[in-house]
């Protein structure tokens, strides 16, 4: 038995199989009469495209590339569109002794393509055409889960793994793709405007800014001269009041030279003019 294969031996004269698989590669005792029936041990892959380019150059293993037709379909919003897509599978080897009672020893190709084309169909009408070009990535999501819960049935006797699923190309109506190039026009505006405002918003945030930062100097700087000229006035008024309060100590000086005083005018005037005689 070659590398990249797993076999079940059929008993020619029960027609039955044994219950444990061969995965191992090497020269085999099985007895006379008796056959080895194989199976791939690798991912193999299943193309729905029109076109074989890129798949002839595995077209000489031993198993070869499994090749459809893109599969026809609808998407939610009723639209006919064909799907060219393509993804790997892998059998497991538990799996072997139930897939022959199922399918038999070549019949498991044509169901494994039934199996594909179901899920993907399914999962294409669960979405409307235009997020085939506007969100793609959400749709492989999808198919890629349902293509796994298709291909994952134990108690069927189905077991095979499923990676690598690419969504190749998206076949609608010419009226649709035109519709969807002035929609995808349209979008591309609507993004330069947003970035466009966006940059507005930014330029006008930032003078808002600066203007802020300018009147908050301005009222700093105000503040500062206000309580200057605050300090000033506040000098002014002490040595006002000082002044006003010395004077008025002199004054009470004087009057408490004449109070009992009974000329007190011709003293002060002798005080003044006869400053030895008084």
Sequence with gaps: MEQGKY??????LSQSILDEPEMQAGMKFIGL???????PSTFQTMYFA?????VQATSQSAFPP???QPIRARSADGL??????????KL??????????????DGYDDAFVRFARAAIISTCSHYPADMYFTNRTIIIAAMLEELEKSFQL???????NIKGLQLQEVDLPDEFDVEIGQTQAQLQELQVAYAERVEREVAMQTELLVSTQQVLGNLETQRGESEGVLELNQAE?????????RQALANNEILQQFENDTQPFERCHLSVCLPELA
């Design 154 to 160: 134990p108690d069927k006797g189905l077991q095979a």
């Design 33 to 39: 009469g008796n056959n080895l029936l194989e199976y």
């Design 80 to 89: 006919e569109m064909y799907v060219t897509v393509s993804f790997q599978w």
């Design 92 to 105: 497991e080897p538990q799996a072997l002794n139930p897939l022959y009672y199922l399918l038999g020893e």
């Design 50 to 54: 029109a076109s074989t380019q890129g």
């Design 237 to 245: 008024v002490d040595q006002l009041l000082l002044f006003q309060e």
């Design 7 to 12: 076999a079940v031996t059929l008993i020619w």
């Design 66 to 68: 499994i090749v459809k």
